[in-house]
């Protein structure tokens, strides 16, 4: 399905930052003087406290209180993105990222037979601007939609960005519930389209979803493992005994529940990250997939099962030192799509494909043509083709990021005959390519 959209551009007049400059993927190790660092010494103190009590912990427990700490976690506190944050993501760089997922989104309910309901479902949804784009492509094909009713349901952490996302959404603050409810905030947009938000995805009531993931993966805690001559180990974060107030990895003297279960057997690297967090994430997800119908697009810098260390942090569009200042930085690593495979279970899996591949798969092209025609001016017009440029080109976000798909299983297998009957009699419609994914790697 292609689209072409005659509406003006979010970023058509203005866009502060040099995108080129400030996307969110490895560069050369910043060497920061510790004298740079403004260090959040609550964080520091909590975290020095929790391993006086207790002991070593590890890099999954690390990550999980320095960035999801309700009173003092990074995305708890922060608005890190844009041009006076830490990093810059896709959806902030140009509208027609947003916009091609909101027709991917519609080529899936499509494919599924138009059904009456569409729970429009985004995983850390940053300002928002995912899901306004997504919202602003619905509204466009209003006809195609018919009477189905559409509501959004947003999975975010951060009391911060929340309130964020309900500016951009419904133009406020949106109503705060109280108290222990699942849904904490609620609201809806100027269309009428209902939106609420939820801390877990399992959270989210039942019914046919299309479930959006983008930069969400890569932000879940990891474990992290070594091969040693003893089998393997799980580093650990401990206090630097000879530095005062500093953090140092020491690696676990015998094996952990961790690394007895979740380092695959035969695994052949040397180092291993698991994100066990973002594996139970996918099982809820396929569960939900395979029980009420609807399909998931998980789009993040990984591989497929090949890295090893890549546990990193971000400060001010610059790599910064995982162990320094933990709460003044963005943690990060790299999403194993394959160790993502291993736990959808009763779906099935496309991709990874590139983000090059998937955008111009989905229009990106003919989106930019229209919206070169509708610019106004030459600066309008130079800053889309950097916009496209930045997500698009090999050397930018274009193969470093990838998209992977979660679909239920009818959608991908070929209807068999049964048995005792011609095979004219169980002719049905074979089932649709996949709208992104042009090279079908159905595993
Ligand atoms: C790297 S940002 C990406 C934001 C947005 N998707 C984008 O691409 O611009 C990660 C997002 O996930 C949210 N987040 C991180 N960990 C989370 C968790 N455990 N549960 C829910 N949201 C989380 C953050 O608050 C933030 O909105």
Known sequence: MRLFLGFKTRYLVTKAFSPSAAVRWPRPLCTCSPAEEKPRPSMLKHLTS???????????????????????????????????????????ISQMFGELVGVWIISEWMAAGRPQQLQIVELGPGKGSLTQDVLRVIGQLRQVMGAASVSVHLVEVSPVLSALQAQALTGGEGQVMEGEESVYRCGSTADGVPVRWYRRVQDVPSGFSVIVAQEFFDALPIHKFQKTPRGWREILVDIDPERDGRLRFVLSPNATLASTTLVQRGERREHVEVCAEGGVVLQHISRRISESGGAALI?????????????????????????????????????????????????????????????????????????????????SRAQLLRSYH???????????????????????????????????????????????FSELTYK
């Open 50 to 92: 929790k391993i006086k009590a207790t002991g070593p912990i590890s890099v999954a427990e690390y990550m999980r209180e320095v960035l999801t700490n309700p009173v003092t976690g990074y995305y708890v506190r922060n608005n890190m993105l844009g041009a006076e944050g830490d990093f810059i993501t896709s959806p902030e």
């Open 390 to 436: 930045t997500l698009t080109d090999p050397q930018q976000m274009g193969e470093r990021f990838q998209f992977f798909g979660i679909l239920p299983l009818s959608r991908v297998q070929e209807p068999r005959p049964q048995s005792g009957m011609t095979l004219e009699k169980n002719l049905r419609p074979a089932p649709l390519p996949v709208a992104g």
């Open 299 to 379: 789009a993040d810098y990984g591989h497929d099962g090949t890295r090893t260390d890549t546990f990193r942090g971000f400060k001010g569009h610059q790599l910064h030192d995982v162990l320094t200042a933990p709460g003044s930085a963005d943690l990060t690593a790299d999403v194993d799509f394959s160790y993502l495979r291993r736990c959808a279970g009763g779906v099935a899996c496309v991709g990874p494909v590139s983000q090059s591949s998937f955008l111009r798969n989905m229009g990106i092209e003919a989106r930019l043509q229209v919206l070169l025609r509708s610019s106004s001016d030459d600066a």
